[in-house]
């Protein structure tokens, strides 16, 4: 191995060890007090601070340090509309269902979002539904994560392309890939299921840091590196004017697509059961005004940085990434900062960063997932009755099951990262938005209207997506990408599909015994 090379990686080991330590720590917290609630909720005691870089941590992932990059490098200064409405997330996220959804699951202790739906209507069915559409999207997700952790390992370690044959598979795997997608697994997987919840918010707060340093001194570097935005700019001008103008190369964020994202973004994320989690965690209504605050600020910083990086990527490397990655350039945010840092410690530091990012999301979803199984399918469907020390055995065991399926089902990901993202969070934001809006704050809805909101939005998007993939991709980019109906994102026929379904089904399913239900808080 390179002096440079083993000095990278000395820096991202030292991260790797702080967050294994947090890991080991906050499985003592786990042990006090009720398992369940400390393993998947954390006791419901987060901060202002640890809130906001857990929502943060969560919501900013392997995507955003990997596949966007790869989308602001091909379509240019386009893609600061297409994150626009990111800004306002906190606002939409938080804001909107923050209060009443802590109060809810307070009062009626609940722990996941499925556990909200079946004891406001006591419906195991609901709970089991949106357990199964919890699980369908999330692990989509998951793969993207881990793709991302594997590419920065890769970068970190400077191991050069070399392919394996996999026997499941029977197609060839890049070994750097293979190597870096392994390491990340065992590490994620292990201080997950060790430390739970607590696990992964401290990891959350130490993620964060990392994380918001790491794009803002990137972005210093990029920035000094092309000469100033103005020269970059002009340098993508000169390669294709359609980088500076929208809708970008090859059309790509018409007007109706630009609409489709800024509601993408900024109603997505407040139907992301992952995030819901941590809105049932917060101790009191003063630290979610605060954190409130911080996620606006954190998401200005990152997203800001991000693009102003790869502006200056694209300016500099016009098609070095694309050549050198298949035409693919997902591997732009490690190889940028191995090229831009002064020091290969530096180096090891900002490729922390998109490691970072991964690392938090799966950590989340794995969690999400675990909860679902073990807590809404297990215990309260097949047998209330198990003991604390099953439930613990189940809670470990699950967890790691679900990061070893994922692992397997990431020796092959898609190409595009963001797609992906996209497809599950929008997935996830079809089937649980509007339900959960009228399951918090609406008396008359009843269990067979937020039944149909939840089928009617996750399959709509389900119907899509499948759509365009037996054609080949509804995208230029990707065979992954949906078909657009009438040029608008999914996202806006599911989740107005959903809540169209949620009200007129509870409207004629209505009856005075469901307005009466005992659940409802005054």
């Given at each position: ?16 060890i ?20 400390n ?6 005691q ?60 307070r ?33 989509f ?32 795997v ?31 707060v ?36 359609a980088l ?19 509601l ?7 139907g ?8 049932m ?6 630290s979610?005004?605060k ?46 900062a ?19 990012a ?22 309260r469907?097949i047998?209330p009755?198990?003991?604390?020390k ?9 967890t ?25 969070g ?8 509007a ?10 809805a009843?269990k ?9 939005g ?23 990408s949906?078909?657009?109906?009438l ?22 399913t209505r009856?005075?015994?469901v307005?009466k ?6």
């Amino acid at each position: 191995m390179k002096t440079d090379n083993l000095l990278i990686l000395i820096a991202f080991i030292g991260y790797l060890i702080g967050v294994i330590a947090l890991g080991v720590w906050s499985h003592r917290l786990v042990k006090k007090g009720n398992f369940v609630k400390n393993y998947f909720v954390g006791g419901r005691q987060l901060g202002a601070w640890v809130l906001a870089l857990s929502v943060a941590g969560t919501a900013i992932s392997g995507g955003s340090f990997s596949g966007f990059p790869s989308l602001i490098y091909t379509n240019g200064w386009v893609m600061a509309l297409w994150i626009a409405s990111y800004m306002v997330v906190p606002l939409t996220a938080m804001a909107l269902l923050g209060k009443r959804l802590n109060q809810v699951s307070r009062v009626s202790g609940s722990v996941t979002v499925p556990d909200v739906f079946r004891d406001r209507f006591n419906s195991p069915t609901l709970g089991l539904v949106a357990t199964v559409l919890i699980f369908c999207f999330l692990v989509f997700n998951m793969i993207a994560q881990f793709k991302s952790g594997a590419l920065t390992l890769k970068t970190a370690l400077g191991l050069p392309r070399h392919d394996l044959i996999i026997p499941i598979l029977n197609t060839p795997v890049d070994q750097g890939y293979l190597i870096g997608l392994c390491i990340f697994a065992f590490t994620v997987i292990a201080y997950t299921s060790y430390g739970g919840f607590w696990a992964v918010t401290w990891t959350d707060v130490l993620e964060g840091f990392v994380k918001i340093a790491g794009v803002t001194l990137l972005a210093i570097l990029a920035v000094r590196a092309v000469g100033g935005l103005d020269v970059a700019t002009d340098k993508l001008r000169a390669q294709d004017p359609a980088l500076v103008e929208c809708p970008g190369p090859a059309n790509f964020l018409p007007l109706s697509m630009a609409f489709s994202f800024f509601l993408m973004w900024s109603l997505s994320s407040a139907g992301q059961p992952s995030g819901m989690v941590r809105l049932m965690s917060f101790k009191d209504s003063p630290s979610l005004r605060k954190a409130m605050i911080v996620v606006c600020g954190y998401y200005i910083i990152t997203y800001s940085s991000l693009v102003i990086i790869f502006i200056c990527s694209r300016a500099m490397y016009p098609t070095e990434f694309l050549k050198s990655h298949g035409g693919i350039p997902d591997s732009v945010m490690p190889e940028m900062a191995v090229r831009l840092a002064p020091h290969p410690i530096i180096a090891g530091l900002l490729l922390a960063s998109p490691f970072a990012a991964a690392m938090s999301a799966v950590a989340a979803f794995m969690l999400v997932i675990s909860s679902a199984l073990v807590r809404d399918v297990y215990q309260r469907s097949i047998n209330p009755n198990v003991s604390a020390k099953t439930l613990k055995i189940l809670s470990y065991s699950v967890t790691i099951l679900i990061g070893v399926t994922v692992l397997v089902a990431s020796l092959k990901p898609p190409d595009y990262l963001q797609y992906l993202i996209v497809f599950t969070g929008t997935g996830q934001s079809c089937s649980f938005l509007a339900p959960m809006i009228a399951c918090l704050y609406w008396r008359r809805a009843t269990k067979q209207g937020i039944l149909a909101g939840m089928l009617g939005g996750g399959g709509t998007i389900l119907a899509l997506y499948i759509t365009g993939w037996s054609m080949g991709g509804g995208s230029k980019f990707d065979k992954f990408s949906p078909y657009y109906l009438l040029e608008f994102d999914p996202l806006v026929w599911g989740l107005g599909l959903s809540m169209i379904l949620t009200i007129v089904v509870s409207k004629l399913t209505r009856t005075d015994e469901v307005q009466k239900a005992k659940y409802y808080p005054a």
